[in-house]
């Protein structure tokens, strides 16, 4: 039983090492040179945001809650399996971004920030001082705030009001990332795309659901 225990308790922390590295690797890209000039990703639409620098306040939550809170809650709520698929998608996700980072490397040239509110001086000195405006596309805030979002989907029924309070909260990151002009909006459809694609093939691979047509033909 204590072998059993301590397996188990090895699995987790291996699970959180491996979210912590994926968060290391995004920083490498996120601080690379290159000897030639990013893709610039900009769209008409793209040209009519604003900044919005209030936004800065569910931005630099995102790593905080997708790396620790959410899943914390994973264990805790919904059990081991939801966990480590919770866990390995942002993993895989993560390494699937490195991949597109590696090959394709794209940049969001800063905008002016003419404001002097306190929210305008955190966009100017924390976010733009610290994050650099490389290889944004799929969105790393978008992937994880998704696969988040899928994560406390699952737990709505036994945590309702926490999940429902972080989805909310999860999908103003969402925005942020373009309200911040941190990112591009086909940034958002590739981090949602690659999102949704590690979260159900992750959930396939750990807990092999029966879909409801296959449960129907087998019970009959």
Not at 47 to 63: A, E, G, R, T
Not at 191 to 218: D, N, Q
């Amino acid at each position: 039983m204590r072998k059993l225990l301590n397996k188990a308790n090895f699995q987790v922390w291996a699970v959180f090492f491996g979210i912590v590295f994926a968060f290391i690797t995004y920083e490498l890209f996120n601080k690379a040179t290159y000897s030639y000039t990013p893709l610039i990703m900009k769209g008409w639409l793209d040209q009519k945001i604003p900044i919005v620098s209030i936004f800065v306040i569910p931005y630099l939550s995102f790593h905080l809650l997708a790396a620790v809170v959410v899943p914390l809650l994973s264990l805790k709520i919904g059990g081991r399996k939801a966990f480590f698929v919770n866990g390995i998608a942002i993993i895989v996700g993560q390494l699937c971004l490195d991949v597109a980072y590696s090959f394709f490397q794209t940049q969001v040239p800063r905008t002016p920030v003419l404001g002097h509110s306190p929210f305008d001086w955190i966009l100017v000195h924390i976010v733009y001082g610290n994050d650099q405006p490389l290889n944004g596309f799929p969105s790393n805030h978008v992937t994880w705030s998704v696969i988040s979002i899928f994560a406390l989907w699952r737990l709505r029924s036994r945590a309702p009001r926490t999940s429902w309070i972080l989805m909310v909260w999860f999908i103003l990151i969402i925005p942020a990332t373009v309200f911040l002009h941190q990112h591009y909006l086909i940034d958002i459809y590739g981090g949602i795309f690659v999102a949704f694609t590690v979260y159900w093939g992750t959930l396939f691979v750990i807990e092999k659901p029966i879909l409801s047509v296959l449960g129907e033909e087998l019970s009959a």
